[in-house]
């Protein structure tokens, strides 16, 4: 469907900028916000996810991955499209590449909570 190869690019040029020498970009955001587009309530379940997660956890990074690991989960059982969990599935993944850093320092304790200054 052209809605996933238009959301797919849109998410991989925000997760590899050209513009920022392939590094960084807001991934999560437009991962959400593609998500929104091609399938809201998926998209509604996944903002409500990271911000849940943020509520507990004070962790950005970790509120992030938490709701695009719950993003193919969410599109299997609950909405039951085996094509949008394959979308969201590999989206997953790519997140997870992403940020295998903020995982280390995850692991570590080291990733900065929100508020707090790192030091």
Not at 49 to 68: C, D, E, K, N, P
Not at 92 to 113: A, S, W
């Amino acid at each position: 469907d052209f809605l996933y190869f238009a959301g797919g690019g849109a998410f991989f040029g925000h997760l590899y900028s050209i513009f920022l020498k392939f590094n960084g970009g807001k991934g999560i955001a437009t991962f959400l916000g593609t998500l929104l587009a091609i399938h809201w309530p998926l998209g509604l379940g996944c903002c409500l996810t990271w911000v849940l997660a943020t509520a507990f956890f004070r962790i950005s990074s970790l509120s992030g991955l938490i709701a695009a690991a719950m993003s193919p989960l969410m599109s299997f059982f609950i909405f039951q499209n085996t094509n949008l969990a394959l979308f969201a599935g590999i989206l997953c993944i790519m997140i997870f590449i992403r940020h295998k850093d903020n995982i280390k320092r995850l692991i570590t304790g080291t990733e900065p909570k929100i508020g707090h200054k790192s030091t």
